[in-house]
């Protein structure tokens, strides 16, 4: 059967309005108002915290705490030698890493590390380079320029 103009019809339960609660035996919402007889969620004001077990000690409690977060560390976006090297470039500066698609962010700090091997000539700059990056990039001819990392405000 062709679709047209006079045979359209919206998809099921689409054109289903709000449930309206507390309206009375007319709207088939009953007398309790879907709120179920008794017990702490029939009551007005009655309101769980997130994770709630009905008493039982909560998942986010039973589970062990261990470690510690910093929330002062500082990461870096990792790229490898390799990635580098398959590049047609002579230096690559901190813009270029993302005009490259290397890394996502335009503040993202970067450093190279030494996976891979280079054999041509190239100026890198980073924020941080490995040891073995490092003497891989000056032994192919290249220089490992660390950029200044910008100042957290």
């Known amino acids: 059967m062709t679709r047209n103009l006079s045979n359209l ?9 709000r449930k309206r609660v507390g309206r009375g035996m007319g709207s088939g919402m009953g007398k309790t108002s879907t709120r179920g007889h008794k ?17 039982q000690m909560p ?15 500082t990461e870096y976006v990792v790229v490898n030698l390799e990635r580098i090297a398959d590049l ?29 091997e280079l054999n041509k000539a190239i100026t890198v700059h980073a924020h941080k380079f490995s040891k073995s990056a490092a003497e891989k ?10 950029a200044e990392a910008p100042a957290a405000a």
């Open 137 to 146: 990039i000056v032994k192919a001819g290249g220089k490992a320029l660390v």
């Open 88 to 116: 047609d470039a002579s230096e690559i500066g901190l813009d270029d890493y993302r005009k490259l698609g290397l890394v996502s962010s335009r503040k993202a700090l970067i450093k190279v590390l030494g996976s891979g």
């Open 59 to 73: 998942l986010h409690r039973r589970l062990p705490k261990r470690g510690f977060t910093n929330i002062f560390r």
């Open 9 to 17: 019809r919206a998809p099921k339960k689409a054109n289903t309005g």
């Open 39 to 55: 017990g702490q969620g029939s009551r007005s004001g009655s309101s769980l915290m997130r994770g709630f077990e009905g008493g």
